[in-house]
Protein backbone atom coordinates (compact mmCIF):
# COMPACT_ATOMS: atom_id res chain seq x y z
CA UNK A 1 0.00 0.00 0.00
CA UNK A 2 1.27 3.12 -0.90
CA UNK A 3 0.57 6.24 1.64
CA UNK A 4 1.73 10.01 0.54
CA UNK A 5 2.76 11.35 4.13
CA UNK A 6 2.83 14.93 5.03
CA UNK A 7 6.26 15.73 4.64
CA UNK A 8 8.81 17.54 1.67
CA UNK A 9 12.08 16.02 1.33
CA UNK A 10 15.72 17.86 0.98
CA UNK A 11 18.02 15.78 -0.66
CA UNK A 12 22.14 17.37 0.15
CA UNK A 13 24.80 16.03 -2.09
CA UNK A 14 28.28 17.50 -0.49
CA UNK A 15 29.81 20.16 -3.07
CA UNK A 16 33.69 21.22 -3.53
CA UNK A 17 33.80 23.23 -1.23
CA UNK A 18 32.52 20.71 1.39
CA UNK A 19 34.70 17.79 -0.28
CA UNK A 20 37.68 20.09 -0.20
CA UNK A 21 37.10 21.28 3.45
CA UNK A 22 36.75 17.25 4.62
CA UNK A 23 39.48 16.25 3.07
CA UNK A 24 42.15 18.64 5.09
CA UNK A 25 40.73 17.94 8.68
CA UNK A 26 43.70 15.02 9.35
CA UNK A 27 45.78 12.96 7.22
CA UNK A 28 43.54 10.20 6.54
CA UNK A 29 40.72 12.44 5.58
CA UNK A 30 41.37 13.07 1.91
CA UNK A 31 41.20 9.47 1.51
CA UNK A 32 37.82 9.29 3.19
CA UNK A 33 36.85 12.25 1.29
CA UNK A 34 36.65 10.51 -1.55
CA UNK A 35 33.87 8.77 -1.14
CA UNK A 36 31.50 11.43 0.40
CA UNK A 37 31.31 12.58 -3.44
CA UNK A 38 28.41 10.02 -4.10
CA UNK A 39 27.24 10.31 -0.68
CA UNK A 40 23.51 11.82 -0.69
CA UNK A 41 21.92 12.86 2.87
CA UNK A 42 17.87 12.78 2.35
CA UNK A 43 16.01 15.45 5.09
CA UNK A 44 12.44 15.14 6.07
CA UNK A 45 10.90 18.42 6.48
CA UNK A 46 7.45 20.26 6.70
CA UNK A 47 5.09 20.73 3.77
CA UNK A 48 5.14 24.45 3.20
CA UNK A 49 3.01 26.15 5.97
CA UNK A 50 2.10 28.62 3.95
CA UNK A 51 1.24 26.91 1.61
CA UNK A 52 2.86 29.30 -1.22
CA UNK A 53 5.38 26.51 -2.60
CA UNK A 54 5.64 22.91 -2.41
CA UNK A 55 7.97 22.75 -0.02
CA UNK A 56 8.82 24.53 2.66
CA UNK A 57 11.60 27.51 2.45
CA UNK A 58 15.41 26.26 2.76
CA UNK A 59 15.84 29.05 5.30
CA UNK A 60 14.17 27.26 7.59
CA UNK A 61 16.36 24.47 7.58
CA UNK A 62 19.74 25.21 6.01
CA UNK A 63 21.42 25.62 9.35
CA UNK A 64 20.29 22.58 11.45
CA UNK A 65 21.50 20.45 7.95
CA UNK A 66 24.82 22.46 8.02
CA UNK A 67 25.30 21.42 11.06
CA UNK A 68 24.36 18.05 10.82
CA UNK A 69 26.50 17.50 7.93
CA UNK A 70 29.65 19.27 9.27
CA UNK A 71 29.22 17.21 12.15
CA UNK A 72 28.59 14.08 10.07
CA UNK A 73 32.47 14.70 9.44
CA UNK A 74 33.85 16.73 12.35
CA UNK A 75 32.38 16.98 15.63
CA UNK A 76 34.90 19.33 16.19
CA UNK A 77 32.88 22.83 15.79
CA UNK A 78 36.05 25.30 15.71
CA UNK A 79 37.25 22.93 12.49
CA UNK A 80 33.49 24.11 11.02
CA UNK A 81 33.49 27.42 8.69
CA UNK A 82 32.52 30.45 9.93
CA UNK A 83 29.97 32.37 9.19
CA UNK A 84 27.66 29.41 7.93
CA UNK A 85 24.67 31.69 6.20
CA UNK A 86 22.21 30.26 3.58
CA UNK A 87 24.88 31.45 0.54
CA UNK A 88 27.57 29.45 1.88
CA UNK A 89 25.37 26.39 2.56
CA UNK A 90 24.16 26.97 -1.45
CA UNK A 91 27.83 26.94 -1.98
CA UNK A 92 29.11 23.98 -0.26
CA UNK A 93 25.80 21.60 -0.90
CA UNK A 94 24.00 20.80 -3.77
CA UNK A 95 20.43 20.68 -3.27
CA UNK A 96 16.85 19.30 -4.32
CA UNK A 97 13.84 20.05 -2.77
CA UNK A 98 11.01 17.55 -3.27
CA UNK A 99 7.68 17.82 -2.70
CA UNK A 100 6.35 14.17 -2.92
CA UNK A 101 7.23 11.71 -0.50
CA UNK A 102 5.25 8.73 -0.33
CA UNK A 103 6.34 5.39 2.45
CA UNK A 104 5.65 2.25 0.08
CA UNK A 105 5.75 -0.09 3.22
CA UNK A 106 3.28 -0.94 5.18
CA UNK A 107 5.17 -1.20 8.73
CA UNK A 108 5.17 1.51 11.06
CA UNK A 109 7.87 4.09 10.49
CA UNK A 110 10.22 4.05 13.77
CA UNK A 111 11.99 7.07 15.27
CA UNK A 112 15.69 7.14 17.08
CA UNK A 113 16.52 9.72 19.17
CA UNK A 114 19.65 12.03 17.66
Not at 18 to 28: G, H, I, K, M, N
Not at 69 to 89: H, K, M, V, Y
Request: net charge negative.
Amino acid sequence: MKRWINRAAIVVRPGRPYLEWASRLDDEAPEHAKALADRVSIYLVAEDPAEKNETAPLADYYQEIFEKELGAWSEDENQWPQPRTLAIFQEWFDVAQESVVTDLESGPIKHEKA
